[in-house]
């Protein structure tokens, strides 16, 4: 069974500039989370999604941050204008909703670089 | 709201020994789950051990071992019989709650060298 598939594994930008990143859930997981590590500093939810539908989005930082989850399938987290703060790594996890205790699977994460 | 604390920003331990890596949580719901991720040097967060906050027991998984202390709010990782392959970032991950419906709250992660 694939794991949760990140895409770009890295990405350089330029201040400005829009950058968008997919993440392919675990097929049949319907909660997908995202996640943000700025350098060297914790691990922040960015929000969550409940098949399509956004369950949480309290932790976005900015409307600069868009995330979709087209058909409750993939999703993308859209930056644009992204800015220099916005460099880290960027996790996408699922679950299933019925769970042993709803144990998150993550992806290998896409790291991003706003120059 | 929900915190996690990770003292140690970086830890040394000689193969075949044990290490314990620290975390401590505060949350007022009685309901809630403890986790611990490995991040290798490869990114990807790989799950390792769970302790629901009505365990009695503490978890444990192989070489991993969580040594949780309600009172103190304390769920510490134990990993025994230390490999150059446990080198790695750490971190400490909390849920309210009991489904797959919650996000987690993470510490900020201890770095783990595993020296031979």
């Known amino acids: 069974e694939a794991g949760v598939t990140q895409f770009p594994s890295h990405s350089v930008i330029e201040k400005g500039q829009t950058v968008t990143l997919r993440c392919d859930p675990i097929s049949g997981h319907d909660n997908l989370y995202w996640y943000r590590r700025v350098m060297g500093k914790e691990i922040k939810f960015l929000l969550h999604?409940?098949?399509?539908?956004?369950?949480?989005e309290s932790g976005m930082p900015n409307n600069r941050f868009l995330a979709e989850r087209t058909g409750g399938t993939y999703s993308t987290l859209k930056v644009q204008p992204a800015e220099l703060e916005d460099s880290g790594v960027y996790f996408c996890?699922?679950?299933?909703?019925?769970?042993?205790?709803?144990?998150?699977?993550f992806g290998e994460g896409s790291r991003l670089t706003v120059l | 709201a929900q915190k996690i604390t990770q003292t140690q920003p970086g830890m040394f331990v000689q193969e075949k020994e044990a290490v314990t890596l620290d975390c401590t949580y505060d949350t007022s719901d009685q309901s809630y789950g403890l986790f611990w991720y490995k991040q290798p040097s490869s990114g990807e967060m790989i799950f390792l051990i769970y302790q629901g906050s009505y365990d009695e027991q503490n978890a444990t998984e192989g070489r991993y071992s969580l040594n949780f202390q309600k009172a103190r709010k304390s769920a510490n990782l134990v990993i025994s019989a230390s490999q150059l392959g446990d080198s790695a970032m750490y971190f400490c991950a909390m849920r309210v709650g009991w489904t797959g419906r919650r996000a987690l709250t993470f510490g900020s992660g201890t770095r783990l060298q595993v020296q031979p």
């Open positions: 996890a699922s679950s299933q909703v019925s769970g042993v205790h709803g144990e998150l699977f």
């Open positions: 999604f409940v098949k399509e539908s956004k369950q949480d």
